[in-house]
């Protein structure tokens, strides 16, 4: 069971957990009231990486920013492998200020990755608050791959946040 909830390369969970996780605090966040903050984010230019120096190298990037986001999270956050090179965090009762601090704790600790002292990544962030951003874990997802989008178009190594609603 643990084995299908696991990305085997990162060691983090998986898109399919993610999925099950968002839909289960927007449910029980639904009812009792609260907060939480997701997190995407990718890494900038990894096809550079794989295309310059080989998919092995590709991949130990990706286990080292798996690490980096590990050591940089409380216990209580949650981190996933989006998928391919993409990542995402759940920071349960996190609102969007300091959820973007954590995006930035996390940023830094992706830049300062070095593999072979040759061999860096730097990453761009996304961060979007339930339920400002968004009633259902859907909007969630789409407002943070939004923010992302915006600090990568925007020369990426960044974290930006979602715009509040138009009411």
């Known amino acids: 069971k643990e084995q299908t909830r696991i990305d085997g390369l990162t060691v983090l969970f998986n898109r399919r957990f993610l999925d099950e996780t968002l839909a289960t605090e927007v449910h029980r966040l639904s009812r ?36 980096a986001v590990k050591g940089s999270i409380r216990s209580s956050d949650v981190p996933f492998r989006y998928g ?10 996190t609102m969007n200020d300091t959820a973007m601090a954590v995006a930035e704790r996390v940023r830094v600790r992706v830049s300062e990755i070095r593999i072979d ?24 997802i789409i407002a943070a791959d939004l923010a992302l989008y915006r600090a990568k178009n925007d020369g990426g190594n960044k974290c930006e946040t979602a715009p509040d609603p138009v009411t």
Do not use: M, Q
């Open 117 to 140: 002292n040759k061999i860096s990544i730097t990453a761009s962030f996304g961060v979007a608050t339930w339920p400002t951003h968004g009633s259902g874990a859907n909007d969630i």
């Open 84 to 93: 391919g090179d993409e990542f995402a965090i759940v920071l349960p009762n």
């Open 32 to 67: 009792y009231g609260g907060v939480f903050s997701l997190i995407i984010f990718d890494t900038d230019d990894l096809k550079t990486v794989d295309d310059t120096f080989g998919h092995l190298a590709g991949d130990r990037l990706l286990r080292a920013v798996g690490d």
